[in-house]
């Protein structure tokens, strides 16, 4: 299995502000992705981080709003830029191992509020 | 394009009850895998099990048992005698051939002692 931490695990967030968020995990990984969970509601993936290239982006998610760097095979960032309180939501982190690549581990997510 | 379905909004029992959760999923791929997660209040996502698309045995773990049936496309998930820590949300998640989950919109589970 992989160990994914994740930070900070929770923050509140002056609207307009950005904030990164650190993913790192335990081993390397083949495949890392950023998930949103708003209140209430299912995961909803917001891209691909790719190592050593842009990533990739769902429908209705966009770079500018949400930029992703992927520097290694064991780290991502996520930023959630010029924030309003509609961003406020889990932000999950998630990845795939080379040697179990059918598994899909979790972080334990950051929870942001924006006031 | 792949979808899954939790008919079950919130579901609420009496601890030592048994629930089952229901999971259907939608897909064009021959190869796929199931899962099933839990996420108590904390927010965490917890992994509970995976099932490829060739293997449909049931599988029991303690008090928790899950239904694979290709037939009708479901992958059910039974809690027996349920208990208080059992409370959380359960998504059911889907992967093919894109590697990425599609998860359902969960089910609230609400075990009163």
């Known amino acids: 299995s992989a160990v994914i931490s994740q930070k900070p695990s929770r923050d509140i967030c002056q609207r307009g502000t950005s904030l990164t968020i650190q993913c790192q995990v335990d081993s390397q990984v083949t495949m890392m992705f950023w998930y949103r969970q708003q209140p209430g509601q299912s995961l909803t993936l917001i891209a691909t981080a790719n190592q050593g290239s842009e990533a990739t982006y769902e429908s209705g998610f966009v770079i500018d709003k949400f930029p992703i760097s992927r520097p290694n095979l064991t780290f991502s960032t996520l930023t959630v830029s010029n924030m309003s309180p509609e961003d406020s939501s889990i932000y999950l982190c998630?990845?795939?191992?080379?040697?179990?690549?059918?598994?899909?581990?979790f972080g334990q997510g950051t929870r942001l509020t924006v006031v | 394009a792949q979808k899954v379905t939790q008919a079950q909004t919130e579901i609420s029992v009496v601890e030592k009850e048994d629930v089952t959760l229901d999971c259907v999923y939608e897909?064009?791929?021959?190869?796929?895998?199931l899962f099933w997660y839990k996420q108590p209040p904390s927010g965490e996502l917890v992994f509970l099990i995976r099932r490829n698309s060739f293997d449909e045995q049931n599988e029991i773990s303690g008090r928790y048992s899950w239904n694979f049936q290709k037939s009708t496309s479901s992958f059910n998930f039974t809690i027996t005698a349920s208990q208080v820590v059992d409370s959380a949300v359960y998504f059911c998640?889907?992967?093919?051939?894109?590697?990425?989950?599609?998860f359902g919109k969960g089910t609230k589970l609400t075990v009163n002692p």
């Open positions: 897909t064009r791929d021959t190869t796929y895998y």
């Open positions: 998630s990845a795939q191992t080379l040697v179990m690549n059918t598994e899909a581990f």
């Open positions: 998640a889907l992967k093919g051939g894109s590697e990425k989950l599609v």
